[in-house]
């Protein structure tokens, strides 16, 4: 069965500083993998996914993720951050049915002044 | 932008109570999904549906009842609540089995069982 792990409950960075949230996927075939964002008191947006292709995807507001098929990961990053990108991050992996996401149990941001 | 509301968006019951959280989706998407959200699990899918009249289990589906009533109507039921319950719930919706994994999430019941 398909699962995902990310291994930080919560990263605390200042504004202005790099970023890398760490997902780890584990999955039989070719992996469909999303990151989502949980921003207080909101449900869940798309931030960029990885179907095929180019290991490097962009996403919105700056983000990109690597794919690695030798290291099973699927890591978060962002070159500078901003107060506004505190948030709940989660990583997912498509499961072996159709339509279904498999979450990890998500990242917490703090970004601080 | 896809649009998925649900309600109600806050409740409080007691064990044993009878409760129905309700989805509704204007986008016309044939998926829609119930999920609950608790600290260190992430998203558990409960259950989901390809369409009206359509209801698949998902990972989690012991104590919840589902149906899917029209494209845009997705409720889900708790006929007999317990303190386990206790949990951030979503609803979600996709277009097609192409974008079926990108989903579009409401705002979330929280729902508390006393």
């Known amino acids: 069965a398909q699962s995902v792990t990310q291994p930080d409950a919560r990263v605390t960075v200042s504004e202005g500083a790099s970023l890398q949230l760490r997902c780890k996927y584990s999955?039989?075939?070719?992996?469909?993998l999303f990151w989502y964002v949980q921003y207080p008191r909101q449900g869940l947006q798309m931030l960029l996914k990885y179907y095929s292709g180019d290991p490097v995807v962009q996403g919105v507001n700056g983000f990109e993720a690597e794919f690695s098929k030798s290291d099973s990961s699927f890591h978060l990053r962002k070159a500078s951050v901003h107060w506004s990108d505190s948030a709940v991050y989660f990583c997912?992996?498509?499961?072996?049915?159709?339509?279904?996401?498999?979450f990890g149990s998500g990242t917490r941001l703090q970004v601080y002044a | 932008e896809a649009a998925v509301t649900q309600s109600p968006r806050n409740k409080v019951t007691v064990t044993g109570g009878n409760v129905t959280l309700s989805c509704r989706q204007t986008n016309s998407h044939n998926y829609m999904y119930w999920y609950r959200q608790d600290t260190g699990h992430g998203l558990r899918l409960i259950h989901y549906s390809y369409g009206a009249g359509n209801l698949q289990i998902g990972d989690v589906p012991d104590g919840y009842k589902a149906t899917r009533t029209t494209q845009e109507d997705f409720f889900l039921l708790l006929e007999l609540a317990s303190p386990s319950q206790t949990s951030l719930y979503f609803c979600?919706?996709?277009?097609?089995?192409?974008?079926?994994?990108?989903?579009?999430f409401g705002p979330g019941t929280r729902l508390t069982v006393l």
């Open positions: 997912a992996v498509r499961g072996q049915v159709v339509g279904q996401l498999t």
């Open positions: 999955y039989s075939a070719t992996p469909y």
């Open positions: 979600a919706s996709s277009a097609d089995w192409e974008s079926s994994y990108e989903q579009y």
